[in-house]
């Protein structure tokens, strides 16, 4: 008995699994038309935490132009064979500054609502970071955790370790081509906010964006 083509798919959106400790598979992968990857960093957490397998979709950027809070797999504009993943929060024309934190969009304060902190096992895995030390107990601590919301009614969850270096920006104009990228774990990404002369990704080039992530 053969399968139906939308039960076939409905099956293969299961996966990714991870099949070993360092190994993922990806049945829908077969098609050509998807791409796995294995998160390694925590620029994305909760996300892509680090350590998750998770499916992008190829995508034509001309036909298909991202848009403000999709998370995008893009060609990393200085380092060749590389490629990023980062929520676009601005596209060409936008301006977008970062006050204590919080996005500056257009002049607007992009809302964040306070959810419950997520708890980050700091001994199982060494790559998640803590906000306060003192808060530590049997090797996990809390992470303060919010919604954001973007002009357009996209939510997504970002994380705050509290002050870092990149919670005050300039005000940045999104140029023609272009797009304004962010990690949601804000204390923890080399994102649009780090210019190219300082080992940043700056404006990421329409054009370089090579997929996508529907369900994030």
Same mark, same amino acid.
């Not at 399968?3 to 293969?12: H, M, R, Y």
């Not at 590389?82 to 060409?92: D, H, I, K, M, P």
């Not at 096992?121 to 955790?145: F, T």
């Not at 973007?150 to 081509?177: F, H, K, Q």
């Given at each position: 008995?053969? !399968? %139906? /083509?939308?039960?076939? /798919? ?7 699994? %991870?099949? &070993? ?32 397998? &998770? @499916? ?10 991202? &848009? ?16 990023? @993943?980062?929520? @676009?929060?601005?596209? #060409? ?6 006050? &204590?934190? %919080? ?6 304060? /992009? ?19 803590? #906000? ?15 919604? #954001? ?29 272009? !797009?304004? @990228? ?13 210019? %190219? ?9 329409? #054009? ?9």
């Amino acid at each position: 008995m053969k !399968l %139906k /083509l939308p039960i076939l /798919l409905a099956v293969l959106q299961l996966l990714p699994i %991870k099949a &070993a400790a360092n190994e993922c598979i990806c049945a829908l992968c077969l098609f050509g038309n998807h791409h796995m990857w294995r998160i390694t960093g925590e620029a994305m957490a909760p996300t892509l935490d680090s350590g998750v397998c &998770a @499916v992008s979709r190829f995508i034509d950027p001309v036909k298909e132009p991202p &848009a403000p809070g999709d998370v995008i797999v893009f060609k990393h504009p200085t380092k060749a064979n590389t490629s990023g @993943v980062f929520r @676009v929060v601005a596209t #060409e024309g936008n301006t977008v500054r970062i006050t &204590a934190g %919080k996005v500056i969009l257009n002049g607007r304060e /992009l809302p964040q609502v306070p959810t419950v902190p997520l708890i980050r096992d700091i001994q199982a895995n060494p790559n998640h970071r803590c #906000e306060d030390a003192s808060l530590i107990k049997g090797g996990k601590c809390p992470v303060g955790r919010y919604v #954001e919301t973007l002009p357009n009614g996209r939510s997504y969850e970002v994380l705050d370790l509290g002050y870092g270096n990149l919670d005050n920006t300039r005000t940045y104009t999104v140029p023609p081509g272009h !797009l304004f @990228v962010l990690g949601d774990h804000r204390d923890h990404a080399n994102d649009s906010r780090v210019p %190219k002369s300082d080992g940043g990704i700056g404006f990421v080039p329409v #054009e370089n964006v090579t997929g996508i992530f529907d369900d994030r």
